[in-house]
């Protein structure tokens, strides 16, 4: 199983989209794809119609120690979602109490890994959505992803903040074995404006390789996807959108356009 | 001292952009104004073009009890930024260790209102911009606030996100002596778009009184004016973004359009 984490602290730039979109691309080419919602506000679990605040089982419950009340086995954990072939674990709002309970104990930032690894031979891919904060959470995905996908709004403000994310990584990268791969993916770009060519020229310039050839174009119906509960690969191949999705998906199984 | 909080636990709904523009208005007005950076990721700092990441005082020192190494007296906490008349309380990156710290201590809720009430004499109004995440930083700026705005992207998912905000304001309000008086700002607003329309109208049938009576538009110039590390109330009174956040304020002002 490949586990790819989408992630970035600033918030409202596409990450949920990223994985919504990857993730239905992977299951419509035949791959058995798990997308796991790690953020407390739950954009991907409340995206497929659940309920971030319903009583079940949540990656919260993996952070509960097994026996103990409310423990959640990462076997029984995911809930079938469109397209075929695409699961869900679901985030639960109490996630946002982990950073307070966890503190500063020890050896919770392999939680993550762990379970997944006790699923590996479920799923060919894993697509880990992290939420907008760095945390427990998003230190757990970056312990347990192989490659780390980095949307960023083509928007100058967004470049500055890339500039955090990267010294982030470098702070995460000291405790894994081998450095992670990542790509920087620009998103709700829009042609028709200088600030965003500028952008977009700006940040190819300060991080070459590391950014993918392409862009992912602002494109409405988006909106119209998410408000039907469907990704948009799924219901209009042919959107720009989505056709973005499927050139950035290509690349990355292609090992093009990252260091 | 007016304080008002600017809060969505979605990212990348205008929270920043409300307070900037708020602030540049109530400057512009005479108003003596101090805006306050609570978000780890410092979006208004570096707004402003100074570093998250750079040494020296920040809201974070505020957490550090009084006569330890780091912390901050809020008497000395304040820069200034244009427009005259407007300063800035730093965030740093360090804050995003806050919560992991403070854990489950008691009374770290009331952090933010105390340094506020330190202050309360050399400004008019406090606007007090949110990390998306429901941490201490929101707590605090929930408990320290008077007035909440909330900005909402008009788009179906964001609808969705705001029903987990209201049961939030609940819980929180439960510590608050008196109701906190909240109002939703629909924020990035797409005229051309079924999917916008669509969701505004769906936004005002679900919370009514509410919600305000305008929309902050969508405006390409937002992002100028963030390149150029100014409000764009200040560098374009004139532009649609800015006369929408002008008739905000003047509502907000006369006491209209909230519940
Ligand atoms: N390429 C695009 N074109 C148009 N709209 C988009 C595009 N990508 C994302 N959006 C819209 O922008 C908004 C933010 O996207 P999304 O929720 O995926 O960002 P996020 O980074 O996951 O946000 P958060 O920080 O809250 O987790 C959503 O309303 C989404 O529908
Ligand atoms: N009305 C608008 N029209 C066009 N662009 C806008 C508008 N409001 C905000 N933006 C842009 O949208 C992006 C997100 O805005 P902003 O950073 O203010 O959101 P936020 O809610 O503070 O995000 P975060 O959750 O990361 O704190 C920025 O690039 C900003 O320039
Ligand atoms: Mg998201
Ligand atoms: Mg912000």
Redesign the interface.
């Known amino acids: 199983m490949r586990v790819w984490a989408v992630a970035n602290?600033?918030?409202?730039?596409g990450k949920t989209t990223t994985a919504v979109s990857l993730g239905a691309l992977l299951a419509r080419a035949g791959c058995r794809t798990l997308l796991v919602d790690l953020d407390?506000?739950?954009?991907l679990t409340?995206?497929f119609g659940r309920d971030?605040?319903a009583a079940g089982a949540s990656v919260y419950g993996l952070f509960v120690p097994p026996g103990e009340q409310g423990a959640a086995d990462p076997r029984g954990l995911a809930v079938p979602v469109a397209p075929e072939g695409l699961a869900l674990w679901r985030a639960s709002?109490a996630m946002?109490t982990l950073?307070?309970?966890?503190?500063?104990r020890e050896g919770m930032g392999l939680v993550l890994r762990r379970a997944l690894a006790a699923v590996a031979d479920r799923y060919d891919y894993a697509l880990l959505d992290c939420?907008?904060?760095?945390?427990?959470l998003m230190v757990n995905a970056l312990a347990a992803c192989e490659r780390l996908i980095v949307p960023v709004?083509t928007?100058?403000?967004a470049l500055?903040?890339l500039e955090?994310m990267e010294?982030t990584l470098a702070m995460v990268g000291r405790s894994r074995r081998a450095p992670l791969p990542w790509v920087i993916v620009p998103t709700l770009h829009?042609r028709?404006?200088?600030?965003?060519a500028?952008?977009l020229e700006a940040l190819r310039a300060r991080y070459g390789p590391r950014v993918w050839r392409g862009v992912i174009p602002v494109d409405?119906r988006f909106?119209?996807a998410?408000?039907a509960g469907r990704a948009l690969p799924e219901i209009a191949p042919m959107a720009r959108g989505s056709q973005a999705y499927a050139a950035l998906l290509e690349d990355l199984l292609a090992g093009r356009g990252q260091a």
């Open positions: 602290q600033k918030g409202g730039v407390p506000h739950g954009s409340a995206y971030p605040e709002t946002a950073d307070r309970q966890l503190g500063a939420p907008p904060m760095l945390g427990i709004q928007e100058h403000l500055k903040g955090r010294r829009d028709r404006t200088r600030a965003g500028q952008a409405t909106r119209e998410s408000r």
